[in-house]
C-alpha cells in the first residue's frame, strides 16, 4: 500500500489533532461514524406481523363464516377483536424495540482523540476523518486509521478477517503493492478490530460506511433477537399448550356435534376455545416487562446487554467482586513510602535526598497517566504516583523531556510490572516499578542514600516485613527499582539485576455505600467474595472492614490456587471470601469451580484479558468507566458507575422482575384454564353453552390483558432481598404453580357456570338448580344466564389478579392500592363491562342484557370468592411453611 502523508492529506496536526471546531464541520458535512441504520418498518408491516399468525387466521376464518351465515355481530366483534390485539401487539413491541435501542446507544464504545492539543474521550459516533486516534489495549479501534506511531501495538482483526491472532503493528512498515491483504497492512487499523497489546496513534482515513467492515456490515445487520430462558420455555410450552388446545377444542366440537347442538355455535365456540387456552398474549409480555425492567436497571447504572442476565441476575447466588474500584473508590493517595531502610510518612521525605530523587523519577517516568491542573486521565495508581512526586516538587511533563522514554514493556496484570527505558545523558536506564512479590527476584542491589550495594538476605527479609505490616494498613504497595547503564537494547535484559529503590504504600479508601450492600446480600443468601490482583494483607484489611471475610483461613493466593487441582478447588472454593495476587486466568478456574459447586456465579471484570471468565460466569459484569471495550463487549451487564451496590441492585431488580414476570403468567394461565373448565364441563354435562364465542375472545384478549401487565410492572417487593436465591433448578411450570393455576382455573370456571345456573333459575322461574328443564330453556333466560356467566367470568378474572401480587402475604399486607395500574385495570374492566351491558348497541353485538342489582350483587358476591379463597390457602401456609 501507498504510504500516505496522512496530515497533509487531511488536514490534520498529529500533535494537536484538530480543533473541536473543524471536528464538528466535518460530522455535518460527513455524518455519524456508524453503519447506516437498516430501514425501519412502516406501521402497516407491523400490524401485518401480528396478524401473521395461526391462530389470527382461524379467527379470521371464524368471523367470516359468521358473516356468511348472517352473524354479522359476531363477526364484527370476532374482527374487533383481532384488530384491538394487533394494536396491543404493535405498541407492546414498538416499547420493547425502543428500550433495546436506547440498550444499544448506551453501549456504543468510546475513542480516545486528540483535539484542540487535548487528549479526550468521545463517543466513537463522534469520530471524523481527520481526528488523530490513540489505542491503548483493550479498545476497539473506532473507524479505519492510518497509524503514525506505535509501541508494541497489537491488534486483534477476528471481526474482519476471521483470525483470531493478534497481529503487530508497524506505522513504519511500507508497501509499494496496492494489493496487500488487510490482515498484513500493519500501518493500519481497521474500524470494529480491538487493540490488545501496546499503544499507538493514528489518523482516521475513513469512517461509518466507507470503512473495510462497513463494507460488510450490511451481512452485520440483522442480528437475531435473543431470547431468554424463560422465553424459549414459553415458546416451548405455548407449542405443547397450543397442540393440547386445539385437541380439546376438537373434542368439544365433537360431543357438540353428537349432542346434536347447532354447528356454527360449537364451531365459533370451538375456535374461541382454542384461542382462549393458547396463551398467544404470553411472550409479548414477557418482553415488555424484560424491557422496562431493564429500562429502569439503567436508571440504576446498569446497562443489560443480553437480555438473559435479567432473569439469570434475579438467581445469582455468589457475587465475585475486583477490589480496586468497585469495593474501594479507586481514589488513591500515597500516604507512605520506604526508601533507604527506613519508613516515612509522605511529609519528612524531600527531593533533596538522591535515592528519594531516584525513586520520584522512576515512579513519574515509568508512568502513563496524565495529571492537569483540573483534568488526569490514566490508571488511579499512576495518577497518585505522579502527585506524590509533583508534590515534592518533580513535574511530569518537564522530567519526560529530560529523559526520553526510548522503549517499555507495558503492565500486564499477568506480570504485575511494567518498565520503560529512558535516555540519561549518555546512558539508558531502566525504570521499574510493580507488585513486590513479582519483582523481588529481579533484583539484585539496593540503594541507600545514594549508594549502591549487593542487597543481602537481610534486606530483603527487611523489605518483605516491611510489605506485610505496610499491606496490614490496607495500604496498596508498589515496589519501584531501576537498571543503570542500560547495555542493548534488548527486552529480555530490562527487568534483569534490577536496584532496590523503595517502596510507596497508598491508600484506596472503600466506598461507603459497599458496605451496607454487602449486609444486604448476606441476608439474600448471597456469598460476596472478593477478587484482586493485590497483596493478600491488603485485600485481607479491606475484606475484613467490609465484612466479607474475617480471617486469613478465607483468603487464597493465586500461587497457592495453582498448586491446586480443579477437584480440589471444587472441595475449598466455597469456604474462600478472598482471592489475592490473582490473573485474570485464574478467575475462569475460580467461577468454574463455583459453578460445579451448583452456584449462580457473577464476576466483575474490566481488562482485555477478563473476557473468558465474564463468558464464563453466569452474569458477567464489566466495569463502565475503567473497564475496556473488550471486558464490556463480553459482559452480560455493564455498570456505568463501576459500584458494587450497583450489582446488588441488578440483583434485587431481577428477582423482582423475575416474580413479575411469574405473576403474569401464571394470572393468564389461570385465567384461560378458568375459561376452558366453564366450557367443557357446561357442554359436557349437556348444558346449553354457558357463554358464547364472543365473550370468551373478549374476556381472554381484552379485560385479562390489562392486568397482566399491571402485574408485571408489580411495584417492587421490599422483602426481595431477604429470601434466599432462587434456585438454578427452579421450575416457573414447578408443580405447585401449576396446582395454583389448575386450582384457580377450576374455580373460576365453576363460579362462572354456578352464575350461569344461577341465571337460568332465576329467569326460568325454577325453584331450585336441580329442577331445571335444561332442554327448553327459552331464548331470553339464556341470554340473561350467559350475560351472568360472562361478567362472573370477567369480574371474577379482575378480583384474582390480586391474589398474585404475593404467594404468601395477604393482599392487605401486601396493600391493595399499591399497584395503582392494577386498581385501574379493575375499575376500566368493570366499565367496560358495564358499557357492554348497558349500551343497546353492545347488547346486540355480545348477546347481552342488562342485569337487576340483586344479579350484580350475586355477581360480585361470587366474583369476590377467589381472593377469599386465596387468602386462606395463604393464611394456611404462613402457618405451616
Ligand atoms: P483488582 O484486581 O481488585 O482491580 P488490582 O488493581 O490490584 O486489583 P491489577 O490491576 O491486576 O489488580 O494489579 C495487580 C498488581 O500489579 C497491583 O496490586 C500492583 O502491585 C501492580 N500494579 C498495578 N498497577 C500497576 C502499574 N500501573 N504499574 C506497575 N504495577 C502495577
Redesign the pocket.
Known sequence: MERLSESEKLHTNVETGLTTEEAQKRLKENGPNQFDEHQKDSILVLLWRQMNSMLIYILIAAAMISLFVGEMADAIIILAVIILNAVIGVIQEAKAEKALEELKKMSTPKAVVKRDGVIQEISSEEVVVGDVVILDAGRFVPADIQLVETANLKVEESSLTGESVAVDKDATWESLNKDVPLGDQKNMAFMSTLATYGRGIGIVVRIGMDTEIGKIAKMLANKEKEMTPLQKKLDEVGKVLGIGALAISAALFLIGFLQGREILDMFLIAVSLAVAAIPEGLPAIVTIVLALGVQRMIQQNAVIRKLPAVETLGAVSVIC????????QNKMTVTNVYTNDTYHDIKDISLQNPTVERMMRAITL????TVEADKQTG?P??IA?IEVAEKLGMNKDETDLDYPRMDELA????????STVHQEQDMKTVY?????E?LLPKITEIEVEGIRRLITDKDQEKIEKQVDEMSEKAL????VAYKPSLKEMDKATYEKDLVFLGLTGMIDPPREEVKPSIEECHDAGIRVV??????QK??LAIAKELHIAEHEDQTMTGVELNELSDTKLVEKVDSIRVFA????EHKVRIVQALKNRGNIVSMTG??VNDAPSLKEADVGVAMGI?GTDVAKGAADVVLTDDNFSTITHAVEKGRNIYKNIKKSILFLLSCNLGELAALFIGILLGWPAPLTAVHILWVNLITDTMPAIALGVDPDDPDVMKEKPRPATEKIFSKRNISFSIGNGLLIGVLTLFAFMEGLKIYTGSSTMLTMDLKHVSDEALIHAQTMAFMTLSISQLFHSFNLRSERKSIFQVGIFKNRLLVFALLFGILIQMAVVYTPLFNTWFHVVPLSWEDWLFILGLSILPIVFNEVVKGIRRVFD
Not at 530 to 535: K, L
Not at 581 to 584: G, K, L, N
Open positions: 467482586s475486583d477490589k480496586t474500584g468497585t469495593l474501594t515509568c508512568n502513563d497517566a490508571d495508581t499512576e504516583l503492565f500486564d496484570s499477568e506480570r504485575k510490572m511494567m521499574v516499578k510493580g507488585a513486590i513479582c496498596r504497595v508498589l515496589g472478593m477478587i484482586t490482583g493485590d497483596h491488603t485485600a495476587r490473582v490473573s485474570p474490566d481488562g475503567t
